[in-house]
């Protein structure tokens, strides 16, 4: 089956959406079954209402949520984004902390070019020496 829609396309789409912040805008991008799956320990998540709760959360929580993409690989179906998550929390004082730490992205499409699943892989050691330093 062919692919209708160029990933790179889509992908530039994508990405716009999520520096916006846009929860409905990248929803609209998946497939109805969609499944994203944070590997931080925590199970997939699965269907475009779920997902879509998933990523508002995420910008509720990280308001300041960006990225910095080093590599971007376009396969015919899918993509894979290497790229560092931006961030800025608040430690227990109050004081505004910048962070930064590496995450690669697996992401498949169908024919029509919508998502059917994002994988998300982030780096630990990194997340934990952040996290430490908030403390």
Do not use: N
């Not at 959406?17 to 998540?45: E, K, M, N, V, Y």
Request: hydrophobic share 45%; charged share 20%.
């Amino acid at each position: 089956m062919t692919t209708t829609l160029d990933p790179a396309t889509v992908f530039d789409t994508y990405a716009a959406a999520w520096s916006a912040h846009d929860a409905d805008a990248i929803i609209a991008l998946h497939t109805p079954d969609t499944q994203f799956w944070l590997h931080s320990g925590a199970r997939p998540i699965h269907g475009r209402p779920a997902v879509r709760d998933a990523f508002a959360e995420m910008f509720r929580q990280w308001p300041e949520f960006g990225f910095d993409v080093h590599r971007l690989l376009i396969g015919e179906r899918h993509w894979v984004l290497d790229w560092t998550l931006t961030a800025v929390l608040t430690d227990a004082s109050g004081r505004p902390h910048p962070i930064r730490y590496d995450c690669l992205d697996i992401v498949t499409v169908d024919s029509a070019g919508l998502v059917e699943r994002k994988d998300t892989y982030i780096d630990f050691p990194q997340v934990k020496a952040v996290l430490s330093g908030l403390g």
